[in-house]
């Protein structure tokens, strides 16, 4: 009782009429980094505009912004106010809460850390965030604590765990929800009526009326370091570009092992970094669209 | 009543004898850049590299520097005076005087916040620069503040809004510009004796003297963050050149999206990054003078 | 009594079936950098993740982690404490330990200085490291100090000397290692009960059990600054990945002198930097388990 | 009475015998840089790694270091005290004594400012420099305050002046210069015993034997911001391989352009950047040799 991600299931590419400009395609905030996971949030950023977003504001640990403004080039970054050891303190509310009033889509958790003010930060974003986010890593062991939040969320939620981080969510064990992937995400989606993006081969998508899908996209090259946090940038991309959550999460995982297929079969089938797939996604979403 | 703009419009390349050496290429200073927006900075002043501006220079708020040192390796920085909240002060202003002694144009705008110390600065600037400048970005919304200064301008001044910025210029709703995109620019340049680059699909080239080109180049793939940065340093490095405003502001834009169709037609239509289109500025100018 | 490391002598390809995960690729702790060397760790780090590792950490000195964090993107950072020049200290002995406990190799030695405390640190993680280790460059320098603890390492133990560093460890001249290469890294790898990688032409890859295999992969272009730290990592990631030491040695050599040899055959025999073998990584190592 | 440079006038290919190490590779220091002007120190640096020295100090103004570590990876950086705005103070000469102790080249000059201070360390290093080295840019304004030192220097000099450094140099006026290039820098290499490399189209080599060579590579495409710095380092990458003052002169300007050139055939005429010309040095390096 699943279906098979493809182009058709897709559908059509997203619309961009002559006149477009960076506007109409969207506003995503990411909020991400902590000391020593820089690389994390810039990799997310730059991935959602690889993905076609129009603007994407970085706001991470103010500590921490002026080696990412070395790296998001074409991205804004924005300092948040940081814990003593530099994650994203509670009292950063306020400057979220204003930075997402212009915002279409949050992408929040690379890179985060699990400091427990982080993760207060995140409890409370989650039931007054008014655009619709996909939560990834660190968010996602945060949001652990307490998962029963999620069903008062007002807005869309997409988390995107790999089978350990769903042990976490779930109480359940890996073994257990590999053994089980589709049904322990579409049971975790149902119940608390968010979308699951369970990664590993096979990436199972979960929405929350129960419709389950597979990925038929992406390689055992991807078991590296970095490629969860350019799946993240790209799911909000799609968001924050108006696809609604089901398409963004459905693409998103298609694009993203399509863009490390590209890698594998021309260039290697493994070595190739995260920052390799950010760079062949325009690539692969072209032929996404080109196949629809 | 307009023309189109094509490489014989454009007329012959800028002639590059045997013995030219950079200084003979144009002094270009770009005054950019603040807290969380140095990527801007950094586009147009490498941009201005890939236009062949013999020599760069960089002025930007003092604390942002160290960061633009590691972005603008061929271009040189300068710091310049700032607030506590980190843009240009209008302290900076003889430090800027200074620095325009030697130069053949400036370029200003690309993430310089909109501070009001810096719009101080910038209408002291508008009426006392002895080069021809560009203005982009936070520039215009700065200028927009006080445009009659415009006429008292003793140096040719090239305004590039996109719809948004013209707005504000002229107190139209967006709506209004779209609608009559032409006219607008025309009677915008006329009124104030600038030349407007009205950016969008087919974007406007309106001059002082009533004349109003288009441009045919570009495509729905530029809809993307800092792509107006790298448009800023092509038409700065263009008037340090010698070209004059009016073919700088043409073959600015011309340029920028014949450099971003090679590589909507030859790599992906979207997704493409601001720096992608910077670095095929060279391949397309020589496209250009090819073709004149 | 040699032999002659082939891909035939290397075996099979790691098994990368269809359901591996970043954790299932190995956890590789480098520690590494001092001021001025900061590339030599970034290069032992990313050459860890282009041979395969799941999860590459960096441990550095901490004052340097802001410029390593915007070198390696896909590795993480965490801070040492350091001496008052800037090297990592004794006092990070803890800290060293509990990043140890999740990781399954050490990589140590890249740029790291020749500071007393340092060595210390070294000699004591000598005698405590749960997991193997490779050690390279300036570890080499302060293991030389006291060469007689190897024997006590509780875990394999991989040193890379070049000749002037096994001529520090073994109290010979240049000379003499030189001359008879292949007996004094057999000699010094039976005395120890260490694996010896004696770099140069022809690299000399010496076991405990007294076996030793040439490699025949390289050529004198790789005679050039960090072509050693990209050595370090890419042992390093074959360790983490549970190769065993004889394997990662010689698989190691191999794929480092095969990636210069591509670049060597195909774009210059030399000016070819380290960055550029590392990035050629991957397609050795395809090319390696190919021909297995 | 002057030769043209060819591959054959360069002679045979720098010998690279099997065993070589990097060692044998030449120890070259580049003392570079100040605030503003850190990448000419970097592509400097880069530049002579690029060509085949094997090991690169970069020293520089220590307040610049973090900023160069993150540029140059495969050179070392060592910090040297620095005057109150930031250039390198007379108080470094020690340190820069032993650091030459060393070495077997120096490159002085790229973005070293013109404090007074720099130019009284100079004119010290001019007189007790005990390997050859290669003087431009800022080091040439500083040099040209006391052009009678040159005759004292104990090692050979190369001074790669543009004709308006060339001007400062000699009290001639840049047209004077340029109307008798060949005879301008014959004499004053005779005159201070030094060897000259005046550069612009047809860059002269003036020997302090009287004989002058001349450059028939290049293209006016090299009319950029950092140049002058890439060539430095090829300069200095020779004197530090033990190819002498002549050769190396002459190599490092056929070798510069001929790279340039490759890039203006193949890509662009113009709007190529200097650190596209380093990138080009290995294969332009393999074209001379195979031709010589």
Not at 90 to 105: H, I, N, P, Q, Y
Not at 213 to 229: E, F, R, V
Request: hydrophobic share 45%; with cysteine; aromatic share 2%.
């Amino acid at each position: 009782a699943h279906r098979l991600i493809s182009p058709q299931l897709l559908g059509p590419a997203l619309d961009r009429p002559k006149h477009i400009h960076k506007g109409d395609l969207g506003r995503l905030l990411v909020i991400a980094g902590s000391p020593g996971k820089t690389g994390a949030a810039a990799m997310a950023s730059m991935s959602a505009m690889r993905a076609g977003a129009g603007l994407v504001t970085l706001a991470a640990p103010q500590s921490l912004c002026p080696v990412l403004e070395g790296l998001v080039i074409e991205a804004m970054t924005t300092p948040l106010a940081e814990t003593q050891s530099g994650e994203i303190a509670l009292s950063a509310r306020e400057a979220v809460k204003m930075l997402l009033a212009g915002k279409s889509a949050l992408a929040i958790g690379p890179g985060l850390g699990t400091h427990e003010e982080t993760g207060r930060l995140i409890q409370a974003l989650l039931l007054e965030c008014p655009v619709p986010m996909v939560a990834d890593a660190d968010a996602l062991n945060l949001i652990a604590q307490n998962p029963t939040l999620l069903k008062r969320a007002p807005s869309p939620v997409i988390l995107t765990p790999h089978p350990g981080e769903m042990a976490r969510l779930t109480g359940l064990s890996t073994n257990e929800i590999q053994e089980n992937r589709t049904e322990v995400a579409r049971e975790f989606a149902l119940k608390n009526q968010v979308h699951v993006v369970l990664k590993g081969a096979n990436t199972v998508v979960a929405h929350p009326d129960g419709l389950v899908c597979i990925n038929p996209t992406g390689n055992p090259g991807m078991a590296s370091g970095g490629m969860g946090d350019v799946l993240t940038g790209l799911i909000g991309a799609f968001l924050a570009q108006g696809l609604g959550p089901e398409r963004s999460a459905r693409l998103g995982v298609f694009v993203h092992g399509a863009a490390a297929d590209l890698i594998a079969e021309n260039i290697a089938p493994a070595g190739y970094l995260a920052t390799d797939v950010m760079s062949m996604v325009p690539k692969a979403l072209a032929g996404v669209w080109k196949n629809a």
